[in-house]
């Protein structure tokens, strides 16, 4: 990988781990909010599903942006994504101005989870803690 190219990768991981890192930190502070948007789709255990939500947020956003572990981390970060939108953004229960919203949230959680399968397949960059 070239310099450019190492750049770009350090730049992706930046903005991939953004959303993650922010939305995990934020969800620490509203924990009981989090826990009953959870338990309002029927997930069981809200509390402790909360909880590792915040972990894999969180923990996962920080591992992929300084890229250690970040194969792993981006993986898990997909499933997620893609758990998220499927049991959240479900748009296609909805009708008017919330699916309209929620199917765009739906298309970027489905864009995430790309950019994350990206990483899973081509690696963090040479600017990372584990390159590999």
Request: proline share 2%.
């Amino acid at each position: 990988m070239n310099a450019s190219s190492s750049a770009l990768a350090l730049v992706g991981r930046i903005l991939l781990s953004a959303i993650f890192v922010m939305s995990g930190y934020g969800k620490i502070g509203k924990f009981a909010d989090t826990a009953a948007a959870i338990a309002s789709k029927g997930l069981p255990a809200p509390e402790v599903v909360a909880v590792l939500t915040i972990g894999v947020e969180l923990g996962g956003g920080l591992l992929l942006l300084i890229g250690w572990k970040a194969r792993w981390a981006a993986f898990a970060l997909a499933v997620f994504t893609l758990l998220a939108g499927f049991l959240f953004h479900n748009y296609w229960t909805m009708t008017g101005t919330a699916a309209a919203g929620n199917y765009i949230n739906f298309m970027k959680n489905l864009a995430i989870a790309g950019g994350m399968l990206m990483v899973v397949a081509y690696g963090p960059g040479r600017y990372a803690i584990g390159r590999r």
